[in-house]
């Protein structure tokens, strides 16, 4: 039981990982395009808020599942960085 509650945080990071790492680069490219700044830095703001609430929730129920959050989150960067690397020239 203990063992499925950790993957389930760990999988929770990894899919918050990959969200965020996804709208941290969605953001790169508004500010490059000239995007609405207002818009990018609210939801650059809503991002990191989602991500501390989140990971502050694995805490309360104790440092596996913070660990097991946290290197979900490393995963998922992981994964995001390694598709931008193959998708540009």
Do not use: H, K
């Not at 999988?11 to 990959?18: H, P, W």
């Not at 000239?34 to 990191?48: N, Q």
């Amino acid at each position: 039981m203990l063992l499925l509650g950790l993957a389930a945080w760990f999988v929770a990071g990894i899919s918050l990982g990959v969200v965020y790492f996804v709208g941290i680069c969605w953001s790169a490219r508004q500010f490059a395009d000239g995007g609405r700044v207002t818009t990018t830095i609210a939801l650059s703001l809503l991002r990191l808020a989602v991500l501390g609430g989140l990971l502050a929730l694995a805490s309360l129920q104790g440092a596996g599942p913070l660990l097991a959050m946290a290197l979900g989150v490393v995963l998922g960067r992981f994964g995001v960085m390694r598709r931008l690397r193959e998708a540009t020239p």
